[in-house]
């Protein structure tokens, strides 16, 4: 099995590759650009950041009146707490969707960050020299960011500490690798998944959320409460045997599985079938 390090290294050249042969698709107003991250406006008191180091890396900026909450911190962003300051000027509060590198190549610009402790396993190996102070969300709870409010919940699967972020009234959120951006790597089983989609499909319905901004967005691939119940109805085939995984030649993260039926990939091993 490779190693973590040589796994993002592949996974890296790859999807860089992706990236230059698809090209840029965000819209939306450029608000800042340099050679590490572009800026676009989604409305008006909310920002996609995209690198350009893991096939459109994303971040989040959103804005209340009394405060800011940065979603993850791409893959490496010189100087992104000024970047965001130029942006909004309400204080800014970190929090992750979950722990790989290429969502907290930035963190220590700031000095703390929450993260669903869920990932604390993850912590030694991405982000073990970070000084700043760790603070761990809980599921459920309200981020209240003054006249609007973001919704913790908890999305286990990717990582056993993914999380997204639901903003209960624009009728959006923000899933990081939850749901892989139209390709999921699942490092946990199908079992785990489909309580993940189950419970936010519902949430979805609950809100009237129309799509979840996803942790590599290109502006073609939200995700539509479609493709998680999608997800849902391919775990279900998978598991019952009604699907059969596919040898995966890059072995990302060494998850030597794939799937791919209902517009939907999934990366796994074979222990994610127990």
């Given at each position: ?121 993850l912590i030694r190996r991405t982000i073990p020299k970070y000084k700043g102070k760790i603070k761990f969300l ?10 609007r409010k973001l919704e913790v919940v908890f999305t286990p699967g990717h990582t056993a500490g993914s999380t ?103 990366n796994f091993t074979e222990k994610s079938l127990k």
């Amino acid at each position: 099995m490779k190693t973590f390090a040589s796994t993002i290294v592949l996974l890296t050249l790859i999807q860089t590759l992706s990236s230059a042969q698809s090209g840029l698709q965000i819209t939306g107003k450029e608000v800042f650009k340099n050679d590490d991250v572009v800026f676009h406006q989604i409305d008006q008191h909310t920002w996609v950041g995209t690198g350009h180091l893991l096939y459109n890396e994303s971040i989040y900026l959103v804005e209340g009146n009394d405060k800011s909450v940065l979603i993850d911190a791409g893959q490496r962003i010189k100087d992104l707490d000024k970047i965001v300051a130029s942006i909004t000027k309400k204080p800014v509060m970190l929090v992750l969707t979950h722990v790989h590198s290429d969502h907290t190549g930035a963190v220590d610009y700031f000095s703390e960050l929450y993260l669903n402790p869920g990932d604390t396993v993850l912590i030694r190996r991405t982000i073990p020299k970070y000084k700043g102070k760790i603070k761990f969300l809980k599921d459920g709870e309200l981020i209240d960011l003054g006249g609007r409010k973001l919704e913790v919940v908890f999305t286990p699967g990717h990582t056993a500490g993914s999380t997204t972020f639901i903003d209960t009234e624009a009728g959006y959120g923000f899933s990081g690798d939850s749901f892989g951006s139209g390709n999921l790597l699942l490092t946990m089983d199908f079992s785990t998944l489909i309580s993940t989609c189950r419970k936010i499909s519902a949430i979805m319905e609950k809100y009237g959320t129309r799509l979840l901004y996803p942790g590599h967005y290109s502006g073609t691939n939200p995700e539509m409460k479609k493709r998680v119940d999608d997800m849902i109805t391919l775990s279900q085939d998978v598991l019952s045997g009604k699907v059969k995984g596919g040898p995966n030649p890059s072995g990302m993260m060494g998850l030597n599985l794939i799937v791919n039926d209902y517009g939907v990939k999934i990366n796994f091993t074979e222990k994610s079938l127990k």
